[in-house]
């Protein structure tokens, strides 16, 4: 663990709570460095929300903005979560944030001491626009004390976090679209209709207008680069740098933020090609699992998606690479115990992959009761003591395309192995 993650862990409560009155209290004591911040773009959602971000970054680094950016959780330093103009913050600005911080001795979680030392740092350093990532929800996560945003943005509903926003996909719905503020514009992910519903709802009530995928614009991919069209123009751009199917509707979704923002189109060709986000079908060649499946002429993927719907993105992304170039495929999954297990196997679940199963630091399953999952929705699974275990096992078998997968925490641990792939 990192110093600024032990030293937030040894002194702020781990539980999450979700309510809005400590924040309140923590920001006030500060002096409400959230009402101080750059215009902000607020981002909820089930999934995509980080590469959302990332694509927003990207497009609005590209024309030329100084941007801030906030998001969770990190992957191997804290420091990754909160973004000063483009730069990671460094640990002595950090430290004396968070000295600040605990002086006031008010009572907050670790979300919401970290929350409340992101806001302090973006509203003490100019820049033009800040990008902030919901952490959990939305009505009460502790970034909803931002009371004006310039833009809110909404990435694709589903189910995941059941023991906090429930197992109704309205109701998860409706607590993603509490960041709709009056007055500023929502642009919405394509979603479920029951979803959606509860989103048009939520947006009625505190009158604001929304722009929909799917309905005022689209994406998709076209003759190996990405077509947008609204109701006012039509953009033949690159392909996004990142890789899958589900990246074209984040990048979309982003063209679409980044065209509210006026930036042009140029800038928005070079952000989807300049665009970086570790961890989501990230292709290793770095570290010692790289450099292992590199010297077997193997493929190795790391993808941190932990839910079935990030899986099902998975799952495509893996056969569409299986259909041009086919290779014997192994995944080396490791998930939080409170997961939904079986969903994730049940989207794989005609990948014909071999399946090796590992945990790693925390609340992770347990390999033998993961592979026993994975057996029952008709995958081979051999539980391995690590994942460099898991790997030799799947190289030794002839596996010629690995992807690492099944939680953010076991990929920050591969990453975490090795300087050189350590996120920046």
């Given at each position: ?44 959602g089930?999934?995509?929300?980080g590469?959302?971000?990332a ?35 460094g ?19 670790v979300?919401e ?106 994406a ?18 690159p ?6 199917a ?47 499946a590199r ?56 990948s ?9 630091d ?11 999952v994975?057996?029952?929705?008709g995958?081979?699974?051999t ?5 460099d ?7 030794r ?28």
């Amino acid at each position: 663990m990192d110093p600024i993650s032990e030293r937030l862990r040894a002194r702020h409560p781990q539980r999450i709570d979700l309510s809005l009155d400590r924040m309140k209290v923590l920001c006030a004591a500060l002096g409400d460095p959230q009402r101080r911040l750059p215009p902000v773009i607020h981002v909820a959602g089930t999934n995509g929300k980080g590469s959302t971000v990332a694509f927003i970054r990207a497009i609005a680094e590209a024309a030329g903005l100084k941007v801030h950016a906030y998001t969770s959780p990190h992957l191997v330093r804290f420091n990754e979560r909160i973004r000063l103009g483009g730069e990671l913050i460094g640990d002595a600005a950090l430290n004396d944030i968070l000295d600040r911080i605990e002086a006031l001795d008010v009572e907050a979680t670790v979300f919401e001491s970290t929350t409340a030392a992101a806001f302090t740092a973006m509203s003490e350093t100019p820049a033009d626009l800040a990008i902030v990532e919901v952490g959990l929800g939305g009505v009460l996560d502790a970034t909803n004390v931002i009371e004006r945003p310039l833009l809110s943005v909404i990435t694709p509903v589903d189910l995941d976090h059941a023991e906090f926003l429930g197992t109704s996909l309205p109701g998860v719905a409706a607590e993603k679209a509490g960041i709709l503020k009056s007055g500023a514009r929502g642009l919405v992910a394509r979603q479920s209709e029951e979803a959606m519903a509860a989103i048009e709802k939520a947006a009625q009530a505190v009158h604001a207008p929304l722009t929909v995928m799917g309905v005022d614009f689209d994406a998709w991919a076209e003759r190996g680069g990405m077509a947008f069209q609204d109701q006012e123009r039509f953009l033949d751009l690159p392909a996004p740098a990142l890789i899958g199917a589900h990246q074209i509707a984040n990048a979309g979704l982003a063209v679409a933020v980044a065209l509210e923002l006026d930036l042009p189109e140029a800038a928005i060709a070079e952000g989807l090609r300049a665009v970086r986000w570790p961890a989501r079908l990230q292709r290793l060649t770095a570290g010692p699992v790289g450099e292992a499946a590199r010297v077997a002429d193997a493929e190795l993927w790391l993808d941190g998606g932990h839910n079935p719907h990030a899986a099902r993105a998975l799952a495509d992304a893996l056969a569409e690479r299986q259909a041009k170039a086919p290779q014997p495929l192994a995944l080396i999954v490791g998930m939080l115990a409170n997961k939904d297990a079986g969903g994730f196997f049940e989207a794989l679940k005609d990948s014909g992959a071999a399946v090796f199963t590992v945990r790693f630091d925390g609340a992770a399953a347990e390999p033998d009761a993961l592979a026993a999952v994975a057996r029952g929705h008709g995958l081979g699974a051999t539980p391995c003591t690590s994942v460099d275990e898991a790997l030799e096992r799947a190289l030794r078998l002839g596996a010629g395309r690995v992807a690492i997968c099944g939680s953010l925490y076991l990929a920050g641990e591969v990453l975490g192995a090795a300087r050189e792939t350590w996120p920046d």
